[in-house]
């Protein structure tokens, strides 16, 4: 029996590769740049809308590619404006995706990997085993998405994309590094690496990656605590990416691009509300230029994990400013719809497969 061929995922093909395609199809090798610009600069979901090709071409196209455009499964929206998406994938895997406004900005908060196989103790994604990494179109698409939310909920449009959502977006550096990509070339979203933050465990081999591939988005680094002994309490990251790896990455990434890292930071009562913790965050803060973003704790059910009581946060600012450290207390956003940091976690009962895990 002959086996019908597998559609092949067109946003695969590099623009060279559809211009090889095209020509080989016994078309002009400009074509591949018009259906690059569709895909890419335009974002279409489908063929039949790509008005500047034949509709013989069109038909040629479907014959041999798909389009695996993510699809929205369910919106919710928060009563502070905050809108998730809970987004499906061509193979039926969920990742969610959150937009938040605020008065200047507009700021997309998207996925890297289905699941996450970090096991920090205080995140609700990290109750989700790993299941697969997301590709580049997978990542560019959440963006697309919350771009046109952005529009339509909001009246302008998307200024900052944090790498935030579910996932440890450099245990899936390539994919990353290529939606980034086209987020930001011209052919792509054309917006501006500056706007664009990654937020990262702590992985230093892969810090210094990004160091040496010179990239041009920000750099966040989860801290949580400057203390090994209770980071790989929280982190088990840290057994294997200790505090002083972690800074020696910093410095790496530092001395290459010049640039400031932010460090996430929550306070929980009993683990790191006290002075010795703040002390060792300032004294981690002057390894490198940096700030620190005091956030604030999303409960995630269990109740191990208490947010500190404000007089400790206020005596972290205290500590933090006092050593000229710029900091700033962040207040959850969308957190009635677990849209907020570490809530992610696909909890609407949406997804067969991870329902079974
Ligand atoms: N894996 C990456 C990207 C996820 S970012 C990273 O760890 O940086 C999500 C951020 O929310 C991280 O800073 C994470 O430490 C934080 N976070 C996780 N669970 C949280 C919770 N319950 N409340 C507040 N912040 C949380």
């Known amino acids: ?32 740049k018009q259906v690059y610009d569709w895909l890419w600069n335009k974002s279409l979901k489908n063929f039949a809308e790509m008005s500047n090709i034949s509709k013989a071409t069109r038909e040629m196209l479907e014959k041999h590619f798909v389009i695996n455009h993510i699809k929205v499964d369910q919106i919710q929206r928060s009563s502070d404006g905050t809108i998730k998406n809970a987004v499906k994938l061509f193979d039926g895997n969920i990742v969610e995706s959150v937009l938040i ?14 699941g996450c196989s970090l096991d920090c103790n205080f995140c609700a994604t990290a109750r989700l085993k790993r299941m697969r990494n997301l590709n580049p179109d997978e990542i560019f698409d959440q963006v697309v998405t919350i771009m046109e939310e952005a529009k339509l909920y909001h009246g302008r449009p998307l200024t900052n994309i ?133 956030i ?15 007089e400790k946060v206020a005596m972290y600012m205290r500590v933090l400013e006092g050593q000229g450290i710029v900091a700033k207390v962040r207040k959850s956003r969308g957190q009635d719809i677990d849209a907020a940091c570490g809530q992610l976690a696909n909890k609407n009962d949406i997804h067969p497969m991870l329902d079974n895990d």
């Open 1 to 32: 029996m002959i086996q019908p061929i597998a559609k092949k995922d067109i946003r695969k093909l590099s623009l060279q590769e559809l211009e090889v395609f095209f020509v080989a199809m016994g078309d002009k090798k400009f074509r591949a």
């Open 101 to 114: 406004p605020t008065p200047k900005r507009i700021t997309a908060c998207v996925s890297s990997q289905v």
């Open 162 to 294: 944090v790498f935030m959502g579910m996932g440890e977006p450099l245990l899936n550096y390539a994919n990353v590094l290529s939606a980034i990509e086209k987020i930001t070339s011209a052919d792509g979203l054309g917006l501006s690496p500056k706007r664009i933050t990654v937020s990262t465990v702590g992985v230093c081999k892969m810090i210094t990656k990004l160091a040496d591939d010179d990239v041009k988005f920000n750099l966040a680094v989860s801290l949580h605590s400057a203390i090994n002994e209770t980071r790989s309490r929280l982190m088990p990251i840290n057994n294997s990416n200790p505090v002083e790896d972690l800074a020696e990455s910093l410095r790496y990434w530092y001395a290459k691009t010049k640039r400031r890292v932010t460090y996430e930071y929550v306070i929980w009562e009993g683990i790191n509300d006290d002075e010795v913790h703040a002390n060792a965050l300032a004294k981690f803060c002057k390894i490198i230029p940096s700030k620190v973003n005091l």
């Open 296 to 310: 604030q704790y999303n409960p995630i059910d269990d109740g191990e994990f208490q947010q500190a009581d404000p």
